[in-house]
């Protein structure tokens, strides 16, 4: 089959050539050809802070995990922004009004899109990675009724909307959109991870809030009413 070089994004970030994909290659070796150079497939051995400044791509060694099939399948196939300032914000800020800064869109490019085979090849090999790692209990998240408190939590008394848009129509943030969350995520995951993010990254920015276990089974309950066909 001739391959034409044309000019893609990588799968969740930055610019670069690659070749148009077909539906020969299965997931694992789509992932290790087209996406291993920019996003880490294995656990990092160098899980240092210079690696977290300079990836090029997010960490996808627990995606199996972290992500729902349906969604991830379709957002390959026709990606959103999930981070408006790229997987590194500090390359997307520039001077704003006052005293706020702003996100330069043109610092934060497009996403590749794969056709439809590709996408659900792709999908079950991430999907595979990281389900033996230990990182998330089965059952973490204990779903209850709905809580009037939980929203409350995510908007205001724990400062998650500060860095993370609960609402597509808000203003950019400098974490990750989460108004996609219900569908995009596993909510074994969101527990975990608002539980204690650098048993994840031990780097990473998001900070551990010591929260009780009420309030993370809040909060992780109204981040799963959040999906994108109407976000609350």
Known sequence: MKRQR???TMLLGTMFLLPTLGTAA???????????SCHALTKPSDANIDRLWSRKG???WYAGVKFNKDWLVQWLQSPTVIRPA????RNAVKPGE????AIDPGQVPAHMKLAAADAGAV???????????GLVQKGAFQPAAPNAMAALLFNKLRGCSSCHAGKPDGPPHSGPELFTAGDRLQPDYVVEYTRDPQKFDPHVWMPKLELND???QKLTGYLMTLKQAGAQ
């Open 123 to 133: 999908a079950d090999a991430l999907l595979a990675l990281g389900t033996d790692a």
């Open 58 to 60: 997010p960490d996808l």
């Open 6 to 8: 044309v000019r893609l």
């Open 98 to 101: 006052g005293t706020t800064d």
């Open 86 to 89: 790229g997987v590194m914000y």
């Open 26 to 36: 299965s997931g694992p070796e789509i992932l290790q050809s087209q996406c291993a």
């Open 214 to 216: 009420g309030d993370i």
